[in-house]
Structure formats: C-alpha cells, structure tokens
C-alpha cells in the first residue's frame, strides 16, 4: 500500500565512495541543529538481522554468492528495515535518511551483476511494501574518483569488483534516475560543501511543506 507517511524518508546513492555516508551525516547534523529528530540507517543494515546480513554480504568469507542469492540477501536486511523502523517512524513524523535503499539493488545486482531488472523491481516492491524516498540524491562520480576516494581503504567483497562491473552499476544508476520524480543526479567531484548544499536546497523545500 502506498499511503501518504507523516515523515519524510531521504536517501542517498552512489557508487562506492561517491559520498553518501559523508552527505548522510552533514545532514542529520544540520537536521539536528535545526532541532529536528531524525533517524540515520544504512543499507545493507539498519537492524539487527540486516547487520547480520550485511556481514554475509560485505565480509568476504569465500563463499560463492550468485547475484539472485545476493538480491534476496539484500532485499532480507530491507524487509526488516521498512517494517522494524521505516513504517513506524515515519508514521510518527519523523525524519529518516538511509544510506542507500532499494535503487541500489536496481543498480548493483541488477544492472551491475545482470539479474532481469523487472525481477529486482518485483523483489524491491515486495521489500519496502510501498514505502518511496521522497528525495534520492544520486551522487555520480566516475571510477576514476572512486578509485582515489577508496584508495587506502580494505574493499569489502562488493568492491572487488571488476572495473566493468562499476561501469555498469554507474551508467544503471544514471539510466534509472534521469527525468524521474524525486530523483537528483548531483555531481560527486563537487566538494563536500557544495553539495551538501545542493542537497539542502532541495530537503528544506520538502520539509517545509512538513511544516506548513
Ligand atoms: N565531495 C567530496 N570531495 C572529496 N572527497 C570526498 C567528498 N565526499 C567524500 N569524500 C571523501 O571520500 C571518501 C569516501 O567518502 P564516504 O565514506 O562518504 O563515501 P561512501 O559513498 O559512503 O563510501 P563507502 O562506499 O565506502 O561507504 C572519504 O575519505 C571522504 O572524506
Ligand atoms: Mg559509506
């Protein structure tokens, strides 16, 4: 069911290192200053099943994931986070921002690991049980900068990936978030400041209809 939610639901993508974690807390931070409470999760996570999940997923124990095995996994850590906190919260009023959501999977296991799109769609409806971001910033940097931003950094088994696969996951992000309602393609190479801006221009006016 799709009903209107009191709260507002935002949600950053991005490719690996593309800055969501960073925007995520510039955020609630100015959120909370304005004396707001909000409500921070991740993806895989978010939960405690969903961090059980997200060790499986991210930790690289050397076991043999298909991409539909890793789909369900994913869409295992999103069905609990709709339902233990997503649902309740925002039914509250309250502020959530999520570290990537369902779009992620549209574009790493579908686009990026070639499971059928409308499948991951299917799987994603059935997972947020009609709960929709009401602002997705995509933060798009090419593999180049993200080679640089995670440099230095342990990959997680996601991110051993091949060049081939980011390219993929990236030209799916863009595909899937061009000319769509509530959706923002923001440059990632941008600094950190600018595009908390950016950001925010867009959050105060959603949230002023909160408000008013
Ligand atoms: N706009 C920016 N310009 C330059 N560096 C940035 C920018 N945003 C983030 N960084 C830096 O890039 C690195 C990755 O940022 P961050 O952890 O926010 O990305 P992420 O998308 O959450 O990555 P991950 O996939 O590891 O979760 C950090 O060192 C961060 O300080
Ligand atoms: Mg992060």
């Known amino acids: 069911m799709e009903g209107k939610r009191e709260g507002k639901f935002f949600v950053f993508e991005g490719l690996d290192g593309s800055g969501t974690t960073t925007q995520v807390n510039l955020l609630s931070e100015y959120l909370e200053d ?13 939960t405690d099943l969903g961090r059980e999940v997200r060790e499986l997923l991210l930790e690289d ?8 095995a890793e789909l369900f996994l994913y869409e295992v850590s999103r069905a609990q986070l709709v339902r233990e906190k997503l649902i309740p919260e925002l039914d509250r009023g309250r502020i959530v ?3 990537r959501f369902a779009l992620s999977s549209v574009a790493y296991q579908g686009y ?28 798009d ?22 060049e081939d696969f980011y ?34 221009s867009q959050v105060c006016e959603e949230l002023a209809e909160l408000n008013g």
Do not use: C, Q, W
């Open 141 to 162: 940097i090419d593999l180049k900068a993200m080679g640089t931003r995670t440099l230095g950094k342990e990959p997680d088994r996601i991110e051993k990936e091949s």
């Open 112 to 139: 990026g690991r070639g499971v059928p799109i409308a499948d991951v769609k299917r799987l994603n409806a059935v997972a947020v049980n009609g709960v929709k971001p009401d602002l997705t910033f995509f933060l």
């Open 61 to 68: 124990r050397g076991v043999d994931i298909t991409g539909t």
């Open 167 to 200: 390219l993929k996951v990236r030209r799916g992000y863009l595909k899937e978030v061009a000319n769509r309602a509530g959706h923002t393609v923001i440059n990632g190479s941008l600094s950190k400041g600018e595009i908390h801006e950016m950001v925010l």
């Open 97 to 99: 921002i999520s570290d």
């Open 34 to 46: 304005m004396g707001y409470s909000v409500l921070v999760v991740e993806e895989p996570g978010g």
